[in-house]
């Protein structure tokens, strides 16, 4: 049975660019469309049909396990992967599990005893992938795991490409002859945290731990706090990494109310490029990740997984660069 990720590797594009085809999406140019949707057909790929039940009058039931949903992060992959749920004729169910390793047992239990059709998987955790495998062939359950780091040989895998997101915004600034660079995350962001000090040792820039900036308070706060004690340093820092949009935001604010200038002083940068990002006094520049199109994809390969029962599937969406006002190279004076 093909796959999305079969016509991706023929059409030389990435995965989330054959979804966008396929549903003819104004994103991507009329001839990709028809060059992808020419090599589906050749390879007779069918995208599931609209409100098409597994069997009899009853929708299918898919248990959605997220970590929250009060990040526009969450938010934007929820949205879509619950629209293409609803496109193809499933109901869903989520579930919160506030990053806690308990309660994603707990609410893969609770989905189990709702006898749901298959279960979409987000966590920041590392998945014990035999337990899940267990529970996978004993019960007859579909699982997709959405995670960086669990790729398995018994469920499909989908993320974005984390280490990708944090070079992309690392180099830039190094490319705009910045060292000096400081990083700011709460402690839900330790990954990027350590894809920023991977990255920095890559190019052999030494590793300033008082620029390393960690939290337990999240979004905006956690970027103004964060800024603060980066100010009162006997040496600043000449640019900001911030773990994401919100964190960089805050650290704007502080820089402004300490009366420095963005980027003559301090250039920053974010990762989620959130729809506000573009619209502040300084655009935000800021990395892309692909959250809808991750969403459209899950939807997808819960629902194929289902359906078609096709070869395992590992993808991993590749992020952008999104260059505004709030970067620029370094004035050595």
């Known amino acids: 049975m093909s796959t999305l990720k079969d016509i991706s590797k023929i059409a030389n594009v990435n995965v989330s660019t054959v979804s966008k085809a396929l ?17 589906a057909e050749q390879l007779n790929y069918k995208r599931t049909a609209y409100n098409t039940p597994v ?22 992959i929820l949205n879509s992967l619950q629209l293409r749920l609803f496109e193809a004729g499933f ?41 899940l495998k267990n529970i996978s062939y004993g019960n007859g359950m579909s699982f997709v795991v959405v995670s960086g780091g669990n790729n398995n040989d018994f469920c499909d895998n989908i993320c ?19 060292t000096n660079i400081a990083y700011i ?30 939290s337990d308070i999240r979004f905006e706060q956690c970027g103004y706090n964060g800024m603060i004690r980066l100010l009162q340093l006997k040496e600043p820092p000449t640019a900001i990494f911030a773990a994401y949009d919100n964190i960089a935001i805050g650290a704007m604010r502080a820089i402004y109310e300490n009366g420095f200038s963005i ?58 660069l999104n260059t505004r006002e709030t970067t620029a190279v370094l004035d050595i004076r």
């Not at 994809?297 to 969406?317: D, W, Y």
């Open 91 to 131: 109901q869903s169910i989520v579930m919160i599990s506030n990053f806690d390793r308990t309660r994603e047992t707990f609410c893969i239990d609770s989905l189990m005893r709702l006898r749901v059709n298959g279960i979409v998987f987000f966590t920041e955790n590392d998945v014990d992938a035999d337990d």
């Open 263 to 320: 980027p003559g002083d301090f250039s920053v940068i974010g990762i989620d490029n959130l729809r506000t990002s573009s619209f502040l006094n300084k655009a935000l520049t800021s990395v892309t990740e692909p959250t809808a199109d991750l969403g459209e994809l899950t939807g997808e390969l819960i629902i194929n997984r289902i359906r078609k029962n096709p070869a395992v599937q590992h993808i991993k969406l590749i992020p952008t």
């Open 55 to 76: 069997s009899g009058d009853t929708l299918p039931l898919i248990g959605i396990i997220c970590p929250e949903v009060n990040s526009m992060y969450y938010a934007d």
């Open 185 to 214: 995350g709460d402690s839900l962001s330790f990954k990027r945290r350590g894809y920023y000090i991977q990255t920095m040792e890559s190019y052999s820039i030494p590793i300033n731990n008082d620029y390393i900036i960690e």
């Open 23 to 39: 549903r003819g999406s104004s994103d991507i140019n009329q001839q990709t469309i028809l060059r992808i949707q020419k090599i």
């Open 160 to 178: 974005i490409d984390e280490l990708q997101s944090v070079s992309i915004a690392v180099t830039h600034l190094i490319n705009l002859k910045h």
